[in-house]
T-cell receptor
Framework: DAGITQSPRYKITETGRQVTLMCHQT?????MFWYRQDLGHGLRLIYY???????DKGEVPDGYVVSRSKTENFPLTLESATRSQTSVYFC??????????????FGAGTRLSVL | RKEVEQDPGPFNVPEGATVAFNCTYS??????FFWYRQDCRKEPKLLMS???SGNEDGRFTAQLNRASQYISLLIRDSKLSDSATYLC??????????????FGKGTKLSVKP
């Protein structure tokens, strides 16, 4: 059971470059989420998706773009990376109904450094 | 006022100690409550859901006080392996749909031999 996987696990890039972080889940969960985690801020929601082709902004969406053409994939793109986007990025997924509908399962994270 | 507030710690306790974490939330419409655990440089993982009646899972007990908008986590007989950051999480559901999780910044626990 692969669960939810993120790639790459580590990434170093330069200011102004485009970067795409990948997220793949094998559970067929309807919902997927992208968070960033920084010291002093905890986890903050960037974007989320309720289903394929349905996405919505979270708390800190500026500078990021998402897409969801397939249920299992939810890539996050930094169109022009800035140093303030240096962070740890977590992808998560959850089911849409039932007693576990609000429980999110997280990938291992991507550590991104923008130089 | 922050939506979910926790004492950041760190809590440094000896093995076998009982330790309690508290969390307050600002939105009275919050409907679901959880404790997640996050090990250093790892992803958050669900520790337990929190129910109005209180619930227990082995050495862990979670309680919710909706009137005071307060959640607690009690760990009895602490183990070295309990060392981690504990995240208080709340969510609201709009019209029965999925709610977004609001995370506290976490409380760091360090259990010493």
């Amino acid at each position: 059971d692969a669960g939810i996987t993120q790639s790459p696990r580590y990434k170093i890039t330069e200011t102004g470059r485009q970067v795409t972080l990948m997220c793949h889940q094998t559970w067929s969960h309807s919902y997927m989420f992208w968070y960033r985690q920084d010291l002093g801020h905890g986890l903050r929601l960037i974007y989320y998706s309720a289903a394929a082709d349905i996405t919505d902004k979270g708390e800190v969406p500026d500078g990021y773009v998402v897409s969801r053409s397939k249920t299992e994939n939810f890539p996050l793109t930094l169109e022009s990376a800035t140093r303030s986007q240096t962070s740890v990025y977590f992808c998560a997924s959850s089911v849409s109904r039932g007693v576990t509908k609000n429980i999110q399962y997280f990938g291992a994270g991507t550590r991104l450094s923008v130089l | 006022r922050k939506e979910v507030e926790q004492d950041p710690g760190p809590f440094n306790v000896p093995e076998g100690a009982t330790v309690a974490f508290n969390c307050t939330y600002s939105n009275s419409a919050s409907q679901s409550f959880f404790w997640y655990r996050q090990d250093c440089r790892k992803e958050p993982k669900l520790l337990m859901s929190v129910y109005s009646s209180g619930n227990e899972d082995g050495r862990f007990t979670a309680q919710l006080n909706r009137a005071s908008q307060y959640i607690s986590l009690l760990i009895r007989d602490s183990k070295l392996s309990d060392s981690a950051t504990y995240l208080c999480v709340v969510t609201m559901n709009y019209g029965g749909s999925q709610g977004n999780l609001i995370f506290g910044k976490g409380t760091k626990l360090s259990v010493k031999p």
